[in-house]
Each structure stands twice: as C-alpha cells, then as structure tokens.
C-alpha cells in the first residue's frame, strides 16, 4: 500500500515539472522575444497615395416624384383610362366619376343667376304709382287676414276652454252620484268578497299538493281533493268575474266622462298651438308685405346693394358647381407611370387623404411600407434617385454634393454614380435604432431599374489625393495622440505622428513621417511545437501596403 501511494507522488511530482517546463517555454516565446530582423517583421512604407473615407447605407431606388391623385368629389367610377404600368402625360384623362349630380347643380346654380338677375334688374328700374298702390294693397290685406286669424284663434281656445270645464263639471257630477251609490258600494264589497273567497280555495288547492297536476287529475294519479279543489277554483274565479263585470257597469259613466275630458283636453292644447303658428304665420305676412313697401318705397340703395350681393353669390355658386363637374373627371398631374390603382368601375370613391413624405431635398418619395390610400399613385420615373437611411454617426459626415457609387441587388451587372442632395434634419428611429434619411441622384438612368429596388450606396465623405500615408493598422493611439512604430537601423522606435483623412485602409499623415520610410505593423507570435526560440511563427493582426 505504501509503495503504491509513493508511486502516485512520483507521477504527481513529474507531471507538475513538465507543466512548469511548457510555461517557461510559452512565456519565453510570446512575451519574451527574440531581436527581431526584418524579414520577421511585417513592414509598410511610407509613400504617397490617394486616401478616401467613405460610408455605406442600403435603401431604395424611387421616382425623382410622386403624386397621390385623388378625385374632389364623392362619386360612382364610370371608367378608368389607365392601368397600372402605363405612362401618362400631364393633363390625361384617368378616371371619371358618375357626374349626374354635380350636372344637375349646375344647372340649379344656374337658374338661380337667372333669377337674381331679374332681381337686380326689378330693383333698378323705378316703382310706378300703380306697383306702389299694390304693394300697400298687400299690406292691408296682410293686415286684415292677421285680425281674422286672432279671432278666430281666440273664439277656437273660447270653445274649447268652455267645453273642458264643461267635461270636469259632468266627471265631478257622476263621480259624486257613484260614491253615493248603494247598489255600487254593494258590488265593491261582493267584489271584495268573491276576491277573498277565491283566495282561500287556490290556497287549498296548492296545500293540497294538486298544483303539479292537470286537469282532470287522472294520470297521474292526484291527490283525492284536487278535482274537488279545481272546480271550487273555477266557480270562485267565475264569481269573481261576475262582480268585476257589475263594479266595472257602475263605474262605467264615470269612465266616459274621464276619456272624453282627456280628448277634449288633448285639443284645447292642438288647438291653441295651432292657433299660436296661424297668428305667428299672419304676423310674418303683415312684416314681409310691410318690408317689401318699405325697401320699394324708401330704402333702395338698400335693396339694389342687397340684390347685386344675392346675384355675386349666385355667381360664386355657378363657378363652384362647374368646379364640382370639372372635379367628376381625374387628369394626371404630372408626366410618368401609374404605380397604383385602388377602384374598379361600379364601385364608390371620393376625396382621398394619401399624401407623398418627401426625402431630403427633392420631391421623391419617402420610402415606407404604409400603403397609400388614393386612388391612384403616378411616379416621375424620368430620372431616378435613391433615398438611404445612414447610421447616426455616419450622417454627421454626409454633406450635400459628395459623390456616391450605387449597386443594385437585382441588377448586380448595374452600377451608377451619383451625388448627394440632401440629408435629413431630423431622425427616423425604427425599434430603436436612430437613422437619418439622405436623397442621392443618380447622373444616368437604365431600364433594367425598377422602383422599390434594393439599392446599396457608397458615399465618399473625405478624401486627400497624394498625400503620405500608412496603413491604418501601424497606428496606435494613446491619449489621443497617433504614433508609429518606424523601422530604423534593425530597431524600432516609436514616433508621435499628425494623422489627416482616414480612408478605409490607409490613414494620412502630415507630419512625423518622411516618405520611404518603414513602419511596422503589429503582429502576434505563436510559438511552433518543434522551432526554437528563433524559428517562431508571426500571425498578422492586420494587412498593409
């Protein structure tokens, strides 16, 4: 057992030497180098290149503009002059609506200037005696239908006030001689009476248990007293009929007078509003014919003024109503292709809300997935631009007039240049990420481009042309500051440099450097299992030139 134990301490024991071993081993060779030599180093030379910075976004290719054409009016689709794909020019016939009803107030509009120009021209010319005698003929007669219908009204509210009493004098009379009727009060109380009796014998018929049963009480089987119980039910209800039928005769007079007040009641209220709108209706007639003597005989710059204002109006509404007809018929606004028709003839549109969001700086379309809601949508498919939505931080570096490259990804064949018009003041935050909208036209157009296609755009936003440059991987920064490791004499020295455009590769310098000088760029070595020290394998962590 003991030599056993001392055998696992000796395997322990060399196992942690060989450990210790490969540690010094690995140490030695990444942290502990030897002098490197330039053919272990990875160099670059200092020379003059052109460096550009640019920044890349996907978005969509659109129409240089975009109109959302709606009709004006409600309506009924009569015909559609276009389909989806075809060109159309500005001022072409696409749609019509039923204008039946927009025909006919025209016409009415119409009429109406007629008739309000007869107006002005009745006003113009002077009143003679004779038109003056009738208007005051009206008036009289005006006046005098207004007192005939006073009195009237007042002799029609006489009678029914007289007969509404008259109908509570008779009620009170024959309900005094029914409370002070024996043989009434004698059918209340046998009413009463019947009432009672026929209360007991349904209690017995329910305590008897026959309330489940019906008549004749036979199958199933009954209680004995249920057929017994139903007849004395039957005939007490029957008693009970008899005497409401007698209180019901006695009452009877009393519940004539009682209709008759409330229908004679019902028409004094009829009458008397009736007879309030026959006095307010004669009233208004005595005021027009009393105005109509005024404004002839005494106000008319008055009149002439109103007339001339009743026949612009009427004017205004001819020139509406033929907007209203003209608007029956849908003309293209703009030159380009129909994109979208929502309607078939037989079905009912009207005024539409669809409107266009605009990209920065130009008419196009802003890309979105909400679906329009006009009628028709046609696109200015004259020139195409392309509309990308850029990282926050790479708007900041967007300007206007920078130049742009754009590939398309159903048209790899295709590539267009182009520049920057615009880029959006303001972001567009989708699920939380923050993008701002830049337009890019586009110098040429083909035909294999379709709108909505899938467009990827490179946009060169710095560049400085033969300058000296590195690589961008040589360069460190620390504390803000940029430095090099420059190759000299089989040393490296680090050397603080002034860096200006970073391209994509190479970064600008404008001081520190002399060109034809080396630097290096960083490399990690990984120790090989059977080099030595010397013959270690350098990994790149970056490329140069």
């Known amino acids: 057992m003991t030599r056993f134990m001392n055998r ?6 060399g196992l942690a030497a060989i450990a210790l071993v490969l540690v010094a081993l690995i140490y030695r060779d990444v942290f502990v180098p030897a002098k490197p030599t330039a053919g272990t180093l990875n160099l670059a030379t200092v020379a003059r290149r052109t460096v550009t910075a640019s920044v890349t976004g996907t978005g969509s290719l659109v129409p240089m503009a975009q109109a959302n054409v709606n009709f004006r009016v409600s309506g009924t689709l009569t015909e559609i002059d276009a389909h989806v794909g075809d060109h159309v020019t500005a001022g072409q016939i696409l749609a019509r609506v039923d204008s039946t009803a927009e025909s006919q107030a025209l016409a009415a509009a119409e009429a109406n200037v007629q008739v309000a120009e007869a107006n002005l021209q009745s006003v113009l010319t002077p009143l003679t005696s004779s038109q003056i005698s009738q208007l005051q003929h009206s008036l009289s007669i005006a006046q005098q239908s207004y007192n005939d219908t006073v009195t009237q009204v007042n002799f029609t509210n006489t009678q029914d006030a007289n007969q509404v009493t008259a109908d509570k004098n008779q009620l009170a009379t024959d309900q005094q001689i029914l409370n002070n009727s024996l043989s009434y009060q004698l059918d209340l109380q046998a009413l009463a009476s019947a009432k009672l009796t026929l209360q007991n014998a349904t209690t017995t018929f329910a305590a008897d248990g026959c309330q489940q049963y019906s008549y004749p009480f036979t199958s199933p089987p009954a209680p004995a007293a249920c057929l017994t119980d139903f007849t004395t039910v039957s005939t007490d209800q029957s008693a009970v009929n008899v005497a409401q039928g007698k209180v019901t005769l006695d009452e009877a007079p009393v519940t004539a007078d009682q209709s008759k007040l409330n229908l004679d009641t019902a028409k004094q209220q009829q009458d008397s509003i009736n007879g309030q709108h026959s006095v307010n209706s004669a009233a208004a007639q005595v005021t027009n014919a009393r105005d109509q003597l005024t404004t002839q005989t005494q106000s008319r710059p008055n009149q002439i003024a109103s007339a001339q204002a009743q026949l612009a109006s009427a004017q205004t509404a001819v020139q509406t109503a033929q907007q209203n007809l003209d608007s029956t018929t849908l003309a293209a606004p703009m030159n380009g292709t129909v994109n979208a028709i929502n309607g078939v003839v037989g079905e009912s549109v009207g005024p539409g809300s669809g409107s266009t969001a605009e990209a920065p700086g130009t008419q196009a379309p ?17 020139g195409m631009e ?5 990282a926050e931080s790479d708007a900041a570096r967007l300007a206007s007039s920078q130049a742009a490259s754009v590939t398309f990804d159903a048209v790899p064949s295709v590539t267009m240049t182009g520049q920057v018009i615009a880029v959006a003041s303001s972001a567009s935050v989708t699920s939380g990420v923050v993008n701002y909208y830049a337009t890019i036209s586009l110098d040429s157009t083909s035909t294999a481009l379709k709108e909505g296609m899938t467009s990827n755009a490179t946009v060169v936003v710095s560049s400085a042309t033969n300058v000296l440059t590195v690589p961008n991987l040589a360069i460190t920064r620390l504390g803000g500051q940029a430095y090099v490791n420059v190759y000299s004499n089989g040393q490296e020295v680090q050397t603080a440099i002034e860096t200006g455009v970073v391209g994509d590769t190479y970064t600008e310098v404008t001081s520190g450097l ?14 090989s ?12 962590i970056g490329g140069g030139g």
């Open 529 to 540: 299992g059977t080099n030595t020290r010397g013959g270690a394998n350098p990994i790149r």
């Open 386 to 390: 392309v509309v990308v939505p850029f």
């Open 514 to 527: 002399t060109e034809g000088e080396q630097v290096v760029i960083p490399t990690l070595r990984v120790p």
């Open 366 to 382: 802003l890309p979105t997935s909400a679906a329009s809601g006009s009628f028709m949508v046609i696109g200015n498919d004259s």
């Open 8 to 13: 696992q301490r000796l395997v322990v024991a």
